[in-house]
């Protein structure tokens, strides 16, 4: 019996991916008929956000679980990251306004890896102005960095009004040293009824003055120090704590190291990071 040649074989590869890359198509236009009920259901409910962290989160989760082969983890999660947010614009229409003011390359970057080119991007030239853009649109998202890029003074603390815009998420959230769009930032949008993950808080405190004893007051709870600033005549910090540790456990640590007049409020909440050391090795979850 004659082998196929070299030639035929390809031709029949070339077959079933075109077999499979139709598929996957279809299934793609599947789901736009399933997001089309689920924007009649949520009409006859009254609307709401289409916007869900917690569910993105486990999404993202379970595909870095079962992905293997040959495919770059960097595609597939670029891929889900692009349906899920182009998904979320068609049920609701919104844009996604970044802090430029440390350039726009990495944010730039960190944008259209996240939320692609279907989603309008506005860059700006601080964190107080992307908070400000946020609060007076419909439903818009916000991406500031996680060290405020060039923004100077506590940009957190505009966000402690209870109506207004709030942490939702911490992107990217896989998290290792290879990410091509690696640079951490918050998203913010105005405050979620529901929907949040709850795994991580952030928190600002407002205190009277320093004290060399709040780094390891906080890091008995599982509190990290995220960044600090002048607010006023005393001093902003913010934090980030696990679900689990509340306003009042942080206030104790304080009043534990010294500091005599402290104010907590919760700024927002993420999905715990998941860290990959490199994209080859076993994956992991962490605040």
Known sequence: MTEPSPD???AELR??????????HALLMERGQIIDRLIEVK????????????????????????????????????IWRIIISTFTFVQAKYSVHADCSAGDVAMRDSVRFHFGFTVPFIN???????????????????????????????????????????????????????????????????PLAEAASREVYIHAAV????????????????????????????????LSAPGEVSAMNLRAEFLEAGVSDVRIHEIGSHAAVYEIATTNESSRVAA
Not at 15 to 24: C, F, G, H, K, P
Not at 43 to 68: N, V, Y
């Open 8 to 10: 035929n074989i390809l």
């Open 15 to 24: 077959v079933e991916i075109d077999r499979i890359d139709a598929s996957v």
């Open 43 to 78: 009409g006859r409910q009254g609307g709401g956000s289409a916007f869900r962290p917690g569910r993105e989160a486990t999404m993202m989760r379970r595909l870095l679980s079962r992905h293997k082969g040959l495919l770059p983890l960097d595609t597939i999660e670029g």
């Open 124 to 190: 700006h030239g601080g964190a107080g102005e992307v908070i400000d853009a946020v609060g007076r649109s419909d439903g818009d998202l916000g991406l500031i960095r996680l060290d405020g890029g060039a923004t100077a003074g506590a940009w957190w603390s505009q966000l402690i009004p209870p109506l207004a815009p709030k942490i939702i998420a911490r992107l990217p959230l896989v998290d290792r040293p290879d990410h091509p769009a690696g640079l951490p930032v918050f998203a913010i949008s105005k």
């Open 207 to 238: 205190i009277d003055r320093w004290n060399p004893r709040i780094p390891e007051a906080m890091k008995r709870t599982g509190a990290s120090i995220l960044a600090t600033a002048a607010e006023g005549i005393g001093l902003s910090i913010m």
